[in-house]
């Protein structure tokens, strides 16, 4: 099946988006944990922590697993209430 204009559009702005040092999802699995707290608690995200919502931005696997973790996060806070 043929891309459509749309998906070859998509995939031409990721790879725009793209950095050679930019963080890969095994890096990024290695923060996440650390982005989800500072991220629920509001507080300003390091340099490292930026390179992790860019990864999350750009791939969909690892916004997944953010997100479950960040629900997981909710849950057990909400538990200790």
Do not use: W, Y
Request: charged share 25%.
């Amino acid at each position: 099946m043929p891309l459509t204009r749309q998906q070859i559009a998509m995939l031409m702005q990721l790879v725009a988006e793209t950095t050679s040092d930019e963080l890969d999802c095994s890096g990024c699995l290695d923060h996440l944990a650390e982005f989800a707290e500072t991220h629920l608690a509001g507080q300003p995200l390091s340099d490292a922590l930026e390179e992790v919502r860019t990864h999350l931005k750009n791939c969909h696997c690892c916004e997944h697993e953010f997100q479950s973790f960040l629900e997981a996060l909710k849950g057990m806070s909400d538990d200790s209430q």
